[in-house]
């Protein structure tokens, strides 16, 4: 692919494939065609998981983390608008100073709180049973539920009130919420949820039939 902007260099993305943040800028590279490596390497250097070296790029060994020439940033949110300001040439002039913040609020909202939610209290339990005998703990999933449910009326609201979803423009917000989308889509049947709020699952409708979604949400972990 080719990248977009005066910078030509590519982006090194530092992370695993299957994570769900390291997803959201995979898919803001592919949507936007911006040149990009992923992997255990910086610079053709393997770095190993928390070890001091990669606690020196992000000190609570985090993922993922984004090298560009000389800059080395943390934290996807903070990495997804440089891409866009960086890469995408009409981006800085794209949105408003309040609307970047409400822009920027929601995605703070949906780094945090919806991914607690939705990934690390629900669907880890899917992928990482901790149950005696290795199965999924159901009193831990349906205790987790309502928060769900309640995550997916917060995106449903901003579907439906807010700025940040639903545009012709795939921006962060879509690609912070298409991979949490997407793992809740893939829970056993009556697990999903999606069902129950058809805003949301209409709009994750709406996302997989994009090129970037089809390739990077279908990456084997």
């Given at each position: 692919?080719?990248?977009?902007?005066?910078?030509?260099?590519?982006?090194?993305?530092?992370?695993p494939?299957?994570?769900?943040?390291?997803?959201?800028?995979?898919?803001?590279?592919?949507?936007?065609?911006?040149d990009?490596?992923?992997?255990?390497?910086?610079?053709?250097?393997?770095?190993?998981?928390?070890?001091?070296?990669?606690?020196?790029?992000?000190?609570?060994?985090?993922?993922?983390?984004?090298?560009?020439?000389?800059l080395?940033?943390?934290?996807?949110?903070?990495?997804?608008?440089y891409l866009?300001?960086?890469?995408?040439?009409?981006?800085?002039?794209?949105?408003?100073?309040?609307?970047?913040?409400?822009?920027?609020?929601f995605?703070a909202?949906?780094?945090?709180?919806?991914?607690?939610?939705?990934?690390?209290?629900?669907?880890?339990?899917?992928?990482?049973?901790?149950?005696?005998?290795?199965?999924?703990?159901?009193?831990?999933?349906?205790?987790?539920?309502?928060?769900?449910?309640?995550?997916l009326?917060?995106?449903?609201?901003?579907?439906?009130?807010?700025?940040?979803?639903?545009?012709?423009?795939?921006?962060?917000?879509?690609?912070?919420?298409?991979?949490?989308?997407?793992?809740?889509?893939?829970?056993?049947?009556?697990?999903?949820?999606?069902?129950?709020?058809?805003?949301?699952?209409k709009?994750?409708?709406?996302?997989?039939?994009?090129?970037?979604?089809?390739?990077?949400?279908?990456?084997?972990?």
């Amino acid at each position: 692919m080719n990248t977009i902007g005066v910078n030509q260099a590519k982006v090194q993305i530092y992370g695993p494939g299957f994570s769900s943040f390291v997803r959201t800028l995979l898919l803001l590279c592919e949507e936007h065609q911006i040149d990009y490596s992923l992997g255990f390497e910086l610079d053709d250097q393997a770095i190993e998981f928390k070890s001091e070296q990669y606690l020196a790029l992000h000190p609570y060994g985090k993922l993922p983390i984004l090298k560009h020439n000389e800059l080395v940033l943390a934290e996807t949110a903070s990495i997804g608008r440089y891409l866009l300001s960086t890469f995408v040439p009409d981006y800085p002039q794209r949105y408003s100073i309040v609307q970047q913040a409400k822009i920027d609020s929601f995605c703070a909202i949906a780094s945090i709180y919806l991914d607690k939610a939705i990934i690390r209290d629900y669907v880890l339990e899917f992928a990482f049973p901790k149950g005696e005998s290795g199965e999924v703990r159901l009193d831990v999933v349906k205790a987790a539920q309502p928060q769900v449910l309640y995550a997916l009326k917060v995106i449903e609201n901003e579907l439906i009130n807010g700025e940040c979803l639903n545009s012709d423009f795939f921006g962060l917000a879509d690609a912070l919420l298409a991979p949490m989308l997407h793992y809740l889509s893939g829970l056993p049947e009556g697990f999903s949820l999606l069902d129950k709020v058809p805003e949301v699952e209409k709009y994750f409708q709406q996302l997989m039939i994009r090129a970037s979604c089809q390739k990077v949400l279908t990456i084997k972990s």
